[in-house]
């Protein structure tokens, strides 16, 4: 059994008051242990459509960091409705979780800017407003191609997109208007940064490189990036202590930044992915909310990894069949056309989509009290969530989450949290490869492996993570040593770089394939 460690507080504040809503104290999470764990692959990267009355699978590739992309088919018809109420919608699942109450306040996450560390993002209805998408350095292997630098050929990252800050026109964060699309923070900006191409291809390496940028950035003229969404995982099972993604996020916190991780869609019996296995992030799971707004029905989403004795989630939020925005023409758009809802949206299901709620609803507090530490924006979230009779204990943490409840908390009073997490703090002085477990990119056929970074230039762990806690792992446009992007703003957008077209097998980059899990979207389906 994982030894428990709690928070030191230099408060004691009542929590959850104000709002009427049932708040509990929060299962804190446990140290982690290095753990073997044996993630089911053959689950992983699943995309289906509406096809059967059983439940099936499609699966693309082995597996894949960014998720299980999928429908369970048998699902769908029928038991995601209340009455003619659509409770994938977002309108619902907002409501689900208490984000009109704290818009009807004035609050929308307005100024808070959310990194989003995914696919890319389209310019569609909902996300085209001035300012609302600000991209990074595209760092995917499509950036050299400058059609497709900065766009979600993939289709995760608009959907998160979409959850976290998408705004129809002059919706202002109403929900009056069933045809307007409002995500959780309607208000706040998304600085996007493309790590996964068409085929999901990404290396860990580049999931390094990005977080990092995203902490010397942080603070750049209108970013004023608070929140950091990950809806992404590797199976690796090195210890935290250790691992360097997990200090790279690790670093991102210290410096004021609440990194919200995806559980992992591996089920009851798996371990949480890397990097949510690191006890300071807010590592969230899947709930299943069943057709019905009330909360005594909900339970753990089946897919949602529940985690060990050392770490679980650390709450959960809405996951199964959620409509957000269509990335039109993208990959999974194309090969799922059954997943699409009328013109504009897909329904998706998966912690990715727990992530990207729970990620909103950061900056939502976030807005209302911008002295939050990320240790206090978690603690509250713990705290205020709400029990759920009917789940499992073990793997919801917490409970469901509850913003309202969260807004009561903070509303109008700096720092009533004075907690901090006392977990030992990661070196990022362990393996690269390890960090990767099972999933690796591959080349014609070679593979990625070993202490080497995307470019195949060995890995200096020491370096590279006294570097990234100094906030000098980037220099302009050069990370690790590498030019892998321009140096200054171009516009709204990062500028690009031409790579030097130097890979692992010497050759450039053409066809890349993927062999690994770890976008952690789950399914994709059709009708509620």
């Given at each position: 059994?994982?030894?428990?460690r709690?928070?030191?507080?230099?408060?004691?504040?009542?929590?959850?008051q104000?709002?009427?809503?049932?708040?509990?104290?929060?299962?804190?999470?446990?140290?982690?242990?290095?753990?073997?764990?044996?993630?089911?692959l053959?689950?992983?990267?699943?995309?289906?459509?509406?096809?059967?009355?059983?439940?099936?699978?499609?699966?693309?590739?082995?597996?894949?960091?960014?998720?299980?992309w999928?429908?369970?088919?048998a699902?769908?018809?029928?038991?995601?409705?209340?009455?003619?109420?659509?409770?994938?919608?977002?309108?619902?699942?907002?409501?689900?979780?208490?984000?009109?109450?704290?818009?009807?306040?004035?609050?929308?996450?307005?100024?808070?800017?959310?990194?989003?560390?995914?696919?890319?993002?389209?310019?569609?209805?909902?996300l085209?407003?001035?300012?609302?998408?600000?991209?990074?350095?595209?760092?995917?292997?499509?950036?050299?191609?400058?059609?497709?630098?900065?766009?979600?050929?993939?289709?995760?990252?608009?959907?998160?997109?979409?959850?976290?800050?998408?705004?129809?026109?002059?919706?202002?964060?109403?929900?009056?208007?069933?045809?307007?699309?409002?995500?959780?923070?309607?208000?706040?900006?998304?600085v996007?940064?493309?790590?996964?191409?068409?085929?999901?291809?990404?290396?860990?390496?580049?999931?390094?490189?990005?977080?990092?940028?995203?902490?010397?950035?942080?603070?750049?003229?209108?970013?004023?990036?608070?929140?950091?969404?990950?809806?992404?995982?590797?199976?690796?099972?090195?210890?935290?202590?250790?691992?360097?993604?997990?200090?790279?996020?690790?670093?991102?916190?210290?410096?004021?930044?609440?990194?919200?991780?995806?559980?992992?869609?591996?089920?009851?019996?798996?371990?949480?992915?890397?990097?949510?296995?690191?006890?300071?992030?807010?590592?969230?799971?899947?709930?299943?909310?069943?057709?019905?707004?009330?909360?005594?029905?909900?339970?753990?989403?089946?897919?949602?990894?529940?985690?060990?004795?050392?770490?679980?989630?650390d709450?959960?939020?809405?996951?199964?069949?959620?409509?957000?925005?269509?990335?039109?023409?993208?990959?999974?758009?194309?090969?799922?056309?059954?997943?699409?809802?009328?013109?504009?949206?897909?329904?998706?299901?998966?912690?990715?989509?727990?992530?990207?709620?729970?990620?909103?609803?950061?900056?939502?507090?976030?807005?209302?009290?911008?002295?939050?530490?990320?240790?206090?924006?978690?603690?509250?979230?713990?705290?205020?969530?709400?029990?759920?009779?009917?789940?499992?204990?073990?793997?919801?943490?917490?409970?469901?989450?509850?913003?309202?409840?969260?807004y009561?908390?903070?509303?109008?009073?700096?720092?009533?949290?004075?907690?901090?997490?006392?977990?030992?703090?990661?070196?990022?002085?362990?393996s690269?490869?390890?960090?990767?477990g099972?999933?690796?990119?591959?080349?014609d056929?070679?593979?990625?492996?070993?202490?080497?970074?995307v470019?195949?230039?060995?890995?200096?762990?020491?370096?590279?993570?006294?570097?990234?806690?100094?906030?000098?792992?980037?220099?302009?446009?050069?990370?690790?040593?590498?030019e892998?992007?321009?140096?200054?703003?171009?516009?709204?957008?990062?500028a690009?770089?031409?790579?030097?077209?130097?890979?692992?097998?010497?050759?450039?980059w053409?066809?890349?394939?993927?062999?690994?899990?770890?976008?952690?979207?789950?399914?994709?389906?059709s009708?509620?």
């Amino acid at each position: 059994m994982g030894q428990q460690r709690t928070w030191e507080s230099s408060s004691s504040a009542t929590v959850g008051q104000g709002s009427g809503r049932r708040a509990t104290a929060a299962a804190v999470s446990t140290r982690l242990t290095a753990r073997t764990a044996a993630l089911a692959l053959a689950t992983l990267l699943l995309l289906a459509g509406l096809q059967t009355s059983a439940k099936a699978y499609d699966r693309v590739g082995d597996d894949g960091s960014w998720g299980d992309w999928g429908v369970e088919q048998a699902e769908i018809d029928g038991d995601l409705t209340e009455g003619t109420r659509d409770m994938g919608s977002m309108r619902e699942v907002a409501r689900v979780v208490g984000a009109p109450d704290v818009w009807r306040h004035g609050v929308t996450g307005k100024g808070v800017g959310v990194a989003l560390i995914d696919s890319g993002v389209l310019p569609v209805e909902g996300l085209t407003g001035q300012g609302k998408v600000i991209n990074g350095p595209d760092l995917s292997f499509e950036s050299q191609a400058d059609e497709l630098r900065y766009l979600d050929t993939f289709g995760h990252g608009t959907h998160m997109a979409g959850i976290i800050a998408g705004h129809d026109g002059t919706a202002g964060g109403s929900d009056a208007d069933d045809n307007r699309f409002v995500g959780m923070a309607p208000g706040a900006h998304l600085v996007s940064l493309k790590l996964a191409s068409a085929d999901g291809a990404t290396d860990v390496s580049q999931v390094i490189a990005a977080v990092d940028w995203v902490v010397e950035h942080r603070n750049d003229p209108g970013l004023n990036i608070r929140v950091l969404n990950l809806s992404y995982g590797t199976d690796g099972t090195q210890s935290y202590l250790s691992d360097p993604l997990s200090h790279a996020i690790e670093v991102a916190w210290r410096h004021g930044i609440v990194v919200v991780v995806s559980a992992g869609n591996n089920g009851a019996d798996a371990a949480l992915n890397n990097p949510a296995l690191d006890p300071y992030a807010l590592a969230v799971g899947g709930a299943d909310l069943h057709g019905t707004r009330w909360t005594d029905d909900d339970t753990i989403a089946e897919f949602s990894s529940r985690g060990d004795g050392s770490r679980q989630p650390d709450l959960l939020a809405p996951s199964r069949s959620i409509a957000s925005l269509r990335a039109t023409g993208s990959y999974i758009d194309d090969r799922y056309p059954d997943a699409r809802v009328g013109d504009r949206l897909m329904r998706g299901s998966g912690t990715s989509q727990a992530a990207a709620v729970v990620s909103g609803a950061v900056a939502l507090l976030l807005e209302e009290q911008p002295s939050l530490t990320p240790d206090q924006v978690k603690r509250v979230l713990i705290d205020d969530a709400r029990r759920l009779p009917s789940a499992a204990a073990f793997g919801s943490g917490a409970g469901l989450l509850d913003v309202d409840a969260a807004y009561d908390t903070v509303e109008g009073r700096p720092r009533t949290r004075g907690s901090r997490q006392t977990w030992a703090i990661s070196t990022g002085l362990g393996s690269l490869e390890l960090a990767r477990g099972t999933q690796h990119v591959s080349d014609d056929g070679v593979e990625l492996t070993g202490e080497r970074d995307v470019f195949g230039r060995a890995w200096d762990a020491a370096t590279w993570a006294r570097n990234a806690e100094a906030e000098t792992a980037w220099v302009g446009g050069w990370w690790n040593g590498l030019e892998l992007s321009g140096s200054d703003w171009s516009g709204s957008s990062w500028a690009g770089k031409t790579w030097a077209g130097k890979t692992w097998a010497g050759d450039h980059w053409v066809g890349k394939t993927w062999a690994g899990n770890t976008w952690t979207g789950k399914t994709w389906a059709s009708s509620p």
